[in-house]
């Protein structure tokens, strides 16, 4: 066995995964992180630092572009696959694998490619991508296309420089009536951590959102494959998956990764009833932990007026402390009788109370936070997933 | 140079240093690997192999470049980790001997941990990025919370030794470990190794809620060097925490030299096992704490051993 032949073994087996969810694909993003995990791979958290890229659904026209940008950032060697439902990942995962070991496929991959990414990418389908992003004017060729993850945005100086044929950033005000410049970051909506499909466009002054604007973008057929594998404990499981994403946005690993088995756990049990009394010790915990408590109290709190005043739902009064605790009284709930009935996993459990236009709300939300405040404001509202659909229709 | 107690070696001897930190880094990196697989239910052996796949992985990934990137600063940047690093521990005495003999040890060892404020905002800033940027923003803000308390716990045990030479302060603890009596001083320097390394909680800069932040757009060689620049800088603080605090050589049996390894070890061991068990300290929240908290208790500190000095004299 050659070195080159060792190195690629113990190079694979470390693998970076880059993992994106089409709307609707919940359950199949959720089986290709346990399977990632049970083979001692490792999630990424941006191509730059992925071996694989993983789609979880059919990305569809619109979804298409964004995916093949962020596939042109993956350093290489590198491979991708799509899974489109939950018995697909084993294998898929199993060929991307074959093709990470493949020197010679990877040696061709790497021959055709450029090493300086390309920035002219104004036609390279994105012209379709209608979510707002156009109206900021000539200012923001370089900053939607990398979909989420993107470099090349800000800049000084004159307009008319265009380095690298990235538009300079202008000037505004700042909160302390101060000029500052301002950036236009597209968060979403294949970031990890995210609620998928979703995009939001946000001017930025240092790392302050100053204005922002959400949209979905949908993917192939939200949900068509997956709708025989929602199973009793399925609401439960959503809402721990919704609490691992604001621990892990909140930096507490050990944490994040309890609620994450727990939540594979969930799903694959046969009475999913029998891990309440999990849950429950998950959320002694989480409320035992006074940093966490500190670091998250008076983040982004809404209060009965406001939720009145824009009908938002009853479960998002209070801080993102307080959301989180009620997600997880809410997991341990729905798993307190076993559910039979499909509709119980988009109402009791998931948006209670009258409807919410998502992209009405999370401008709203996010508006003078910090990018890491606003997500964890984002993760905090416990969307639900699964009862996207409605919404992505209204 | 001063009338310490340490005898300063020959260059060549910065070689056997140098390994010495590597070898910790090393241990750092199986330990990290092990405690990370052991809490994702991954196999104990897979993640203790994690640093070798880990290492092979980036040696084998192409290095990319991002449109428009300040290439010579970005690479200095992450390059620059493992040189302080290695600057850091020239000054810590292994037993006997030191590799440098300065009589302000401990000002040097401070300027170093400084230097990582440019050195961590160049990599954010080189790539040409916003999350680079936003993750440069952060560190920055975090130092502003943690550098004034790490600079005051340094002062503590130069007071009670009335040196700012390495060597003459772990001289000075002959009878009692500085550690004993200057707890805060211990933790709150120990805190500020963590936030130098942006270890576990001090790591916002590189938060996976901005795709890595400083480390966003990073690969192959790139990354494998900032990645390795961190954990030397946490070895070398671990290691520098060895004569300021905990006695340096002295002990039983084993010679001094290799005392001093194994408390270095046993202090790096700790912070490797606390990376994952607390939730980030979000820089605008830590400074609040950095301020109101930690600086005035380090001050109280200080002067404590500022009272003890003047009267024992």
């Known amino acids: 066995m050659g070195l080159t032949t060792w190195i690629t073994r113990r190079a694979v087996r470390s693998a970076h995964v880059l993992i994106v969810e089409m709307p609707g694909h919940w359950t199949t993003r959720v089986h290709v992180e346990r399977v990632v995990r049970a083979w001692g791979w490792h999630p990424a958290v941006a191509p730059a630092d992925a071996d694989l890229l993983i789609v979880c659904g059919a990305p569809g026209p619109q979804m298409a572009p964004l995916v093949e940008r962020v596939w042109g950032q993956l350093p290489g060697p590198r491979a991708q696959a799509t899974v489109t439902a939950p018995a697909e990942v084993i294998p898929a995962l199993g060929r991307a694998q074959a093709a990470l070991l493949d020197q010679r496929g990877q040696w061709e991959d790497a021959r055709d490619r450029a090493i300086e990414p390309d920035v002219e990418h104004g036609d390279t389908g994105h012209g379709d991508v209608d979510h707002g992003e156009m109206d900021h004017g000539d200012m923001d060729h370089g900053d939607m296309d990398h979909g989420d993850m993107d470099h090349g945005d800000m800049d000084h100086g004159d307009m008319d420089m265009?380095?690298?044929?990235?538009?300079?950033?202008?000037?505004?005000?700042?909160?302390?009536?101060?000029?500052?410049?301002?950036?236009?970051?597209?968060?979403?909506?294949?970031l990890p951590h995210w609620p998928a499909g979703l995009v939001l466009d946000c001017s930025l002054q240092g790392d302050v959102v100053v204005a922002a604007k959400a949209a979905w973008i949908l993917g192939d057929v939200v949900g068509a494959h997956e709708s025989d594998a929602y199973r009793p404990g399925t609401a439960g499981a959503v809402r721990l998956d919704n609490v691992a994403t604001v621990l892990a946005l909140a930096g507490w690993v050990a944490a994040a990764t309890s609620a994450w088995r727990l939540r594979d756990d969930v799903l694959g049990a046969q009475d999913p009833h029998a891990l309440r009394p999990e849950i429950e010790r998950l959320r002694r915990r989480v409320a035992r932990n006074r940093l966490l408590r500190w670091s998250l109290r008076r983040v982004r709190p809404i209060d009965a007026a406001e939720l009145a005043e824009r009908t938002w739902p009853r479960m998002w009064e209070g801080d993102v402390h307080d959301r989180l605790m009620s997600a997880l009284d809410r997991a341990s709930a729905s798993l307190a009788t076993s559910e039979r009935r499909r509709g119980a996993l988009d109402g009791s459990a998931g948006m209670a109370g009258p409807a919410v236009d998502v992209t009405e709300v999370l401008p709203q939300v996010v508006h003078g936070l910090d990018v890491a405040t606003a997500r964890l404001a984002i993760a905090s509202l416990d969307l639900d997933p699964l009862g996207m659909t409605q919404i992505q229709h209204v | 140079m001063s009338d310490s107690s340490v005898v300063t070696v020959g260059a060549g001897w910065a070689l056997v240093g140098l390994v010495l930190l590597g070898l910790l880094v090393l241990l750092a990196a199986v330990v990290d690997g092990l405690v990370g697989a052991r809490?994702?239910?991954?196999?104990?052996?897979?993640?203790?192999?994690?640093?070798?796949?880990?290492?092979?992985?980036?040696?084998?990934?192409?290095?990319?470049?991002?449109?428009?990137?300040?290439?010579?600063?970005?690479?200095?940047?992450?390059?620059?980790?493992?040189?302080?690093?290695?600057?850091?521990?020239?000054?810590?005495?292994?037993g006997d001997w030191t590799i440098l003999d300065l009589d302000v040890g401990i000002v040097w060892f401070n300027a170093m941990d400084v230097l990582v404020w440019a050195l961590l905002w160049l990599t954010g800033w080189g790539a040409n990025s916003a999350h680079g940027l936003i993750g440069g923003y952060r560190f920055l803000a975090l130092a502003l919370g943690y550098e004034l308390p790490l600079m005051f716990a340094l002062v503590a045990p130069a007071i009670a030794a009335e040196s700012l030479n390495v060597g003459t302060v772990a001289a000075a603890q002959d009878g009692v470990w500085f550690v004993v009596w200057m707890p805060i001083a211990f933790v709150v320097y120990l805190m500020g190794v963590a936030a130098f390394s942006v270890w576990g909680p001090f790591a916002p800069a590189l938060g996976s809620d901005i795709a890595g932040g400083v480390a966003a757009e990073l690969s192959s060689v790139d990354r494998l060097v900032f990645e390795g620049g961190r954990y030397a800088l946490l070895a070398a603080g671990a290691a520098f925490a060895v004569p300021m605090f905990l006695g340096g050589g002295s002990g039983p049996l084993l010679p001094g030299w290799l005392w001093v390894v194994v408390k270095a070890a046993t202090v790096l061991l700790v912070l490797v096992w606390g990376r994952r068990r607390l939730p980030a300290a979000r820089p605008d929240v830590f400074v609040e704490v950095g301020w109101l908290v930690l600086l005035p208790a380090v001050l109280v500190q200080d002067l404590l051993v500022a009272v003890v000095a003047v009267w024992g004299s």
């Open chain 2, 39 to 94: 809490a994702s239910g991954a196999s104990a052996l897979g993640g203790a192999m994690r640093p070798l796949d880990e290492g092979a992985r980036l040696l084998r990934q192409r290095r990319r470049t991002t449109v428009a990137a300040d290439s010579l600063l970005w690479r200095l940047g992450g390059g620059g980790l493992l040189v302080t690093a290695a600057l850091m521990i020239a000054v810590v005495p292994l």
């Open chain 1, 162 to 190: 265009k380095p690298g044929g990235i538009p300079l950033a202008e000037g505004s005000e700042d909160r302390d009536g101060l000029e500052m410049d301002v950036l236009h970051v597209s968060l979403g909506p294949l």
